[in-house]
T-cell receptor
Framework: GAVVSQHPSWVICKSGTSVKIECRSL??????MFWYRQFPKQSLMLMAT?????????EQGVEKDKFLINHASLTLSTLTVTSAHPEDSSFYIC???????????FGSGTRLTVV | AQTVTQSQPEMSVQEAETVTLSCTYD???????LFWYKQPPSRQMILVIR??????QNATENRFSVNFQKAAKSFSLKISDSQLGDAAMYFC???????????FGQGTRLTINP
């Protein structure tokens, strides 16, 4: 079946530094990638949608200069949290769509802690 | 804008019993998809079942089945013969036909009591 690999699974960084999260589709071409943020015991909040080779479309209220999304190939998308602060600490999940019209495959998530 | 509502923040059921999780949604469209996703403690999102709105027949996947009431905009999930491994957060989701993104409900935390 479709597999999406997300790394790292957890990361701790110092306030003010940047951290990159990678999401790779291993056995299919991901024409569209989605990045979510999930707070404890809450639902997934869509941050942005990216199509391969195009600029990401950010949801209202998401700072595009802070959360940089790159989708340069059909198998790789990255989310870079720039100048991270403690309030950016959260669980980030990617999802890839490709092939079947209704197929969404999720990564295993990244727990980011900013200290 | 489409919205998805899960009115049960938490549910619990005895092992081997049946439980139903509720989901309602708001849309003015007629062509869409509905999904139930499971998020266990590992936090990996897993597709449980999906339903195409144009299909009148309720989807079924082994012990999981849905009750899709299009006119009432209701999409409940029934889990039969509950197992300890069913313990998880369950999210109902909606996708408009032709659109890209999923709209998630708030989630229901399901506990299975041995």
């Amino acid at each position: 079946g479709a597999v999406v690999s997300q790394h790292p699974s957890w990361v701790i960084c110092k306030s003010g530094t940047s951290v990159k999260i990678e999401c790779r589709s291993l056995d299919f071409q991901a024409t569209t990638m989605f990045w979510y943020r999930q707070f404890p015991k809450q639902s997934l909040m869509l941050m942005a949608t990216s199509n391969e080779g195009s600029k990401a479309t950010y949801e209202q209220g998401v700072e595009k200069d802070k959360f940089l999304i790159n989708h340069a190939s059909l198998t790789l998308s990255t989310l870079t949290v720039t100048s991270a602060h403690p309030e950016d600490s959260s669980f980030y999940i990617c999802s890839a769509r490709g092939g079947r019209a209704y197929g969404y495959t999720f990564g295993s998530g990244t727990r980011l802690t900013v200290v | 804008a489409q919205t998805v509502t899960q009115s049960q923040p938490e549910m619990s059921v005895q092992e081997a019993e049946t439980v139903t999780l509720s989901c309602t949604y708001d849309t003015s469209e007629s062509d869409y998809y509905l999904f139930w996703y499971k998020q266990p403690p590992s936090r990996q999102m897993i597709l449980v079942i999906r339903q195409e709105a144009y299909k009148q027949q309720n989807a079924t996947e082994n012990r999981f089945s849905v009750n899709f009431q299009k006119a009432a905009k209701s999409f409940s999930l029934k889990i039969s013969d509950s197992q300890l491994g069913d313990a998880a957060m369950y999210f109902c989701a909606y996708k408009l036909w032709g659109a890209q993104k999923l709209v998630f409900g708030q989630g229901t935390r399901l506990t299975i009591n041995p």
